[in-house]
């Protein structure tokens, strides 16, 4: 069974800075597309950054470049999204997601979402 599992999110004051991890079960999806995405409360879900299975090219929301960084591993099939200089706009539940490939528009699994708390 295809599963994605964050963890690493929590409690931290604007300035912080967090390390989400993405743990996938099921070896297909070491060669995914990997995407974090956030949703804030009472607002839509957005993209935040994505990274091709290689690792080659890396894409990131305007609202989180030259803070956030996405990397993976694909030995340990973890995606990473380390998250620096956070502000309390930050705040949201982050979701890791998966999809075949760069053509693709659609993601094909999700995680159950791990939530972010910046305080001012």
């Known amino acids: 069974q295809v599963q994605l599992v964050e963890s690493g999110g929590g409690l931290v004051q604007a300035g912080g800075s967090l390390r989400l991890s993405c743990a996938a079960s099921?070896?297909?999806?070491?060669?995914?597309?990997k995407g974090w995405f956030r949703q804030a409360p009472g607002k839509e879900r957005e993209f935040v950054a994505d990274i091709t299975w290689g690792g080659g090219r890396t894409n990131y929301a305007d609202s989180v470049k030259g803070r956030f960084t996405i990397s993976r591993d694909n030995a340990k099939n973890t995606v990473y999204l380390q998250m620096n200089s956070l502000k309390p706009e930050d705040t949201a539940v982050y979701y890791c997601a998966a999809k075949r490939s760069d053509f693709d528009k659609d993601y094909d699994y999700w995680g159950q979402g791990t939530q972010v708390t910046v305080s001012s």
């Open positions: 099921g070896r297909a999806l070491s060669r995914y597309v």
